[in-house]
């Protein structure tokens, strides 16, 4: 957590960046800038997710559809922070010649999206409705 | 030296090009979640709220079309510079705004 808001004064200093290790070859960059944009996309799927949720299943109770809807706008949030802060230490890492961070977000993701799709088909099933 | 030369003016891994497409599709899936808004806004009787969220989530979305737009531009080159860290930031903050504009149409 104390290195995420450090690297958060990252995302602003672009010289902090420059100033640290070597340039990488641009190949490598872009690549860290795909993988940062795969997330991104992750993060705005959710987001839809979160939207589509509250248009599609208008029949559900007002608790349900809302909790769910909250649920993955938050976790779309999440996804998002932690895209740029991955981006950023994969940036470093690789400026320093380090190797890259390793996380446990992807299946903690992997867990959350699972729980989520399991609450939905239970509550459209069940007919929690109304 | 002439052959060296041409295989750096253009990377053979297209490297540029699909970090290109990589923006493209980021893009696409923020003009999902701008149709959807603008979707549940009607929908909800329109609602002056409902509306300038929407409103907000089409601006949003054409904020990351900028960005995209200006990175696009940057990877023409033969070897283009990294992602400046203020622009990933900005592109963030933007699909954090969109979750705070859906939460504002889903309540």
């Known amino acids: ?130 | 030296m002439t052959p060296r030369r041409a295989a750096a003016a253009r990377d053979p891994g297209l490297q540029p090009e699909r970090t290109r497409l990589a923006w493209r599709r980021t893009t696409l899936t923020g003009a999902v979640i701008a149709v959807l808004a603008m979707k549940s806004a009607l929908h909800g009787g329109a609602p002056a709220s409902g509306i300038v969220a929407a409103a907000l989530c089409a601006a949003l979305w054409l904020g990351l079309l900028g960005l995209a737009h200006r990175r696009i531009g940057a990877l023409a080159s033969p070897r283009p510079a990294a992602l400046a860290p203020r622009v990933a930031a900005t592109a963030v903050l933007c699909t954090v705004a969109l979750a705070v504009c859906g939460a504002a149409l889903v309540v």
Do not use: K
Request: with cysteine; net charge neutral.
């Open chain 1, 1 to 130: 957590m104390i290195e995420f808001v450090r690297n958060v004064r990252l995302w602003f200093a672009p010289e902090e960046i420059r100033e640290e290790g070597g340039t990488p070859d641009y190949r490598f960059s872009l690549a860290n800038e795909r993988t940062f944009l795969a997330w991104l996309r992750t993060a705005l799927a959710l987001i839809g997710g979160g939207f589509a949720v509250d248009q599609f299943l208008p029949d559900l109770r007002w608790g349900w559809r809302v909790g769910l809807a909250l649920a993955l706008l938050g976790a779309g949030v999440l996804c998002a922070f932690r895209a740029v802060n991955h981006w950023v230490r994969c940036e470093r890492a690789m400026r320093r010649g380090e190797d890259l961070p390793v996380s446990r977000f992807p299946a903690a993701l992997g867990v959350v999206v699972a729980v989520v799709a399991i609450a939905m088909v239970a509550v459209v099933l069940l007919g929690w409705e109304g």
